[in-house]
């Protein structure tokens, strides 16, 4: 547990300073405008469409990517942990407090997210405002928890972490389909759960549980891959 | 007792190390284009070797947790881990270590209580080591001190601190293995001197066996350049340096063996100051020596090459 603790307190020195908090900003910023653009555009199916596009389909990879990369210093999830690991420090557990600050810091980035797009594609006053923002925080915040995991599973391989970029790259290729190829990755799921095609038939409730699944395989893949 | 083992160590720089250490202070000679910072980071278990083993009482480092516990390291670079300052810096490191001292007493101990507020990417790099080596002085029971260079945080670091603690720790059962560029630096650190030269491993005299039929004692100024170039040569069976001037050459035949030393001093233009045999006497080496300069004279005179033997 201590060294869960000590990673998860190295992750947090890692993603303290000033240029995380501007760019979620210019992010929630950019998602606020979208949302806004789109009600005008189409009020009864803006939060949908901002949701899925631009909040969850590209501000939340993104964000979930950076926030790994960051946590990670760079690096790949194993060798990010080396400064600590060389006092006697698990590695294993180091890694899992890392996984776990930056698993927690995309799901706070995929709540905000889901909270300014809601704000913004809704009129003030509508009555959907409540029911929406309640829905879409949870996923966004299950959606951020499986990415962080997924990026930070994926820079594991590559000899400076590269499978991290290769990761989001798929995603967004394989994940935009509703075909078994896309049964993987995160996108279809997160899709899915709000309300657009789902990958494979799969149910809401399958939705969830596949996203579940991914990030548990993701954690047991980073540990089995990492040495004590 | 604890025990460090290489075994057929290869990364880097090393090209192949097989030793082993015992408790007390152990000095190995040699920069870090020889190898010496690559040993310190195997040993402390911050990489993992290319090929071949090292272990700490059984255990390799970099694959157990508990063992890298046991060790305090001062690597070749060294960069605190991320915080606001020194003293948060050092904290976490003591977090990492199991250790519930707080930092502040690390840095009073070591009289580097300056530091704690510094920011710790405006520390030098030699700030950075001294605050390292103080981190690792501080253990209270270690298995394995290994530390790079450790005299050139003196000036940060108080000498005294420095050599008192790792006599304490080298007392109470530690090995404590240290590096050092100079020869004076390895005197000043005491214990047992070793070398590395371009990745190569000179143990001292006291770990070989008495293997050869006949020694040569070779006197020269760069004794760790010769014995690492004659560790190779195929007439030498074995090659020892004490940390002085004098490397001592075993092979089976003294003319083999004196003509290997001359044709690979010459190859490295080593100069050798005394060649001494402890029997036969130096006159049957000398007149092998003509016999054969001889011999290369005539042979390049009879095919019109009159060049002279190498």
């Not at chain 1, 003030?124 to 879409?136: C, H, N, T």
């Amino acid at each position: 547990m201590s060294g869960v603790l000590t990673g998860l307190a190295l992750a947090r020195e890692r993603l303290r300073g000033i240029a995380p908090p501007v760019v979620l900003a210019l992010g929630l910023l950019a998602v606020v405008a979208a949302a806004v653009l789109e009600r005008q555009s189409d009020a009864a199916s803006a939060p949908d469409d901002v949701l899925s596009g631009a909040a969850f389909g590209i501000a939340l990879p993104l964000f979930a990517y950076f926030v790994s990369e960051r946590a990670c210093d760079g690096k790949r999830l194993d060798h990010s942990v080396d400064g600590v690991a060389r006092f006697g420090t698990n590695r294993r557990a180091a890694l899992l407090g890392v996984l776990l600050a930056s698993a927690l810091g995309s799901a706070f980035c995929g709540a905000l997210l889901a909270i300014f797009a809601i704000l913004g594609a809704h009129a003030p006053g509508s009555s959907a405002l409540l029911g929406d923002l309640r829905a879409s925080v949870g996923i966004a915040v299950l959606a951020g928890t499986v990415y962080a995991l997924y990026f930070g599973a994926a820079s594991l391989f590559g000899k400076r972490g590269g499978g991290r970029k290769w990761a989001l790259i798929i995603d967004f290729i394989f994940g935009a389909g509703s075909s078994t190829l896309a049964t993987p990755w995160p996108r279809g799921h997160v899709r899915n759960l709000l309300g657009g095609t789902p990958v494979v038939e799969l149910s809401q409730t399958s939705a969830w549980l596949a996203l579940v699944l991914i990030g548990a395989a993701c954690v047991m893949l980073s540990v089995l891959r990492t040495p004590e | 007792m604890s025990e460090l083992r290489f075994e057929a160590l290869r990364h880097a720089e090393l090209a192949y190390v097989n030793a082993a250490f015992g408790a007390g202070t152990h000095v190995v000679v040699g920069n870090e284009g020889d190898g010496t910072g690559t040993l310190i980071a195997v040993a402390a278990g911050s990489v993992q070797s290319a090929a071949g083993r090292v272990l700490l009482d059984g255990a390799a480092p970099w694959s157990h947790a508990a063992t890298r516990r046991r060790i305090a390291s001062l690597c070749a670079t060294e960069v605190l881990l991320p915080a606001r300052n020194v003293v948060t810096g050092l904290a976490l490191s003591l977090r990492a270590r199991g250790d519930t001292r707080s930092a502040m007493s690390v840095l009073d101990d070591a009289g580097l209580a300056f530091f704690a507020t510094k920011r710790a990417d405006a520390l030098t790099s030699r700030e950075a080591r001294a605050i390292a080596l103080s981190f690792a002085l501080s253990h209270r029971e270690p298995s394995l001190l290994a530390l790079h260079e450790p005299l050139s945080a003196v000036g940060i670091v108080q000498e005294d601190f420095l050599l008192r603690t790792l006599r304490l720790h080298s007392d109470a059962g530690a090995i404590v293995l240290c590096t050092a560029c100079r020869l004076e630096d390895a005197a000043r650190l005491g214990g047992q001197t070793s070398a590395l030269e371009r990745g190569i491993w000179i143990a001292p005299a006291y770990a070989l066996p008495p293997i050869s039929t006949v020694t040569l004692r070779v006197h020269t100024a760069e004794p760790r350049r010769l014995a690492a170039r004659l560790s190779e040569a195929p007439d030498i069976s074995g090659v020892e340096w004490a940390g002085g001037h004098e490397v001592l050459v075993h092979g089976s035949e003294l003319e083999r063996v004196a003509q290997s030393v001359v044709a690979n001093a010459r190859a490295e233009a080593i100069r050798i100051t005394a060649l001494k045999s402890d029997a036969p006497p130096l006159g049957a080496l000398a007149a092998a020596r003509a016999a054969l300069a001889q011999a290369y004279y005539e042979r390049s005179a009879a095919t019109g090459n009159a060049t002279r033997p190498s």
